[in-house]
């Protein structure tokens, strides 16, 4: 679905230019001329403007940068002579964004459809009270009315479930403190890695 210029200038304005400044300062890290770096952040809000929607965006920081990193290239492709360590940093630097690689977003994929799967197979009853409770983040008392069970029944077998999985991930070798149980992660409320 296209978007106005307007709404893309408007969103730009908004999400993308309060990072230029940060940006900045990483390209004068990487010793760049300031007439450079001008010309790159132009050459960045170019390529932003001239997309016909924004609405795939997810971190407008990250875009920015990645943005960046491919005027960069770009430029550095161009040119007749370029300084290797310039290339090197921009590599080194981990310029593009703070985000994780396309290798550990897979790895997180794999992991979170590992504890689905395990989370499935736990006992009915405790499955939908860990869901509730663990997942969705329903208070326990609503949850003892909603089932119809004791609060204490509640607790118990929201315990009991992480238990298992736990104790299922530990065979599998994963420890517990790489298992993050938050609401932005939970079942079917994924946002893309």
């Not at 499955?127 to 119809?148: H, M, N, S």
């Not at 938050?182 to 946002?191: L, P």
Request: positive net charge; charged residues 30%; aromatic residues 6%.
């Amino acid at each position: 679905m296209r978007q106005s210029r307007r709404e893309i200038v408007t969103w730009v304005g908004s999400n993308i230019v309060p990072h230029e400044a940060s940006l900045r300062a990483r390209l004068r890290k990487m010793a760049i001329s300031e007439d450079e770096i001008s010309d790159v952040v132009q050459d960045a809000y170019l390529k932003i403007s001239k997309l016909s929607t924004v609405a795939h965006i997810r971190n407008p920081r990250s875009y920015l940068y990645s943005t960046a990193r491919s005027v960069l290239l770009d430029r550095f492709r161009r040119a007749s002579i370029v300084r290797i360590d310039a290339v090197a940093e921009i590599e080194a630097f981990g310029f593009a964004d703070d985000a994780p690689s396309p290798e550990r977003r897979a790895n997180a994929r794999l992991e979170l459809e590992r504890i689905r799967r395990l989370i499935n197979d736990l006992p009915e009853n405790c499955r939908a009270i860990f869901e509730l409770r663990r997942l969705q983040g329903v208070p326990q008392k609503e949850i003892a009315a909603r089932l119809g069970v004791p609060e204490h029944t509640v607790e118990a077998q929201a315990t009991r479930g992480l238990k298992l999985i736990l104790k299922a991930l530990a065979e599998d070798g994963i420890h517990k403190d790489d298992v993050i149980w938050s609401k932005r992660e939970s079942y079917g409320n994924q946002k893309p890695a």
